[in-house]
């Protein structure tokens, strides 16, 4: 059963609420469906050492991984950001999220109306599947 967009966008608000994140106050809740129809959620955790922080969409793939190991990809991310306009991954998210997926949807979402619905490829152009198959 395909979980609704509407639910999804709730867990990524939902997850929003674990990040720690003291140092910047920008809380980040991340939602991906893997092909295999499972839900991983990621919120971001900083650290006084900022370029140890973790975001939001890697923590969720690193759930993927541990769970489904070299069969995970992913199907779809949703992000939510509680600005007035959605914010899209960082780069080394967008690397990150392109080793386990082709041409998957990226939604990202905020407490505003507003809504950006972009595929991976957009957000990484002319990036190969160089990925080592097992």
Known sequence: MKTKHKELVDLAIQ????AYAPYSKFVVGCIIVSEFG???SGCNVE???FGLTNCAE?????KGVSEEGDEFRIERVVIYTPTEVPITPCGACRQVLREFGDDFEVISVCRGSEEIRMYINDLLPNSPDIRIKS
């Open 15 to 18: 997850v929003s609420k674990n």
């Open 38 to 40: 499972n839900i991983y």
């Open 47 to 49: 650290n006084v050492s």
């Open 58 to 62: 890697r923590t969720a793939v690193f």
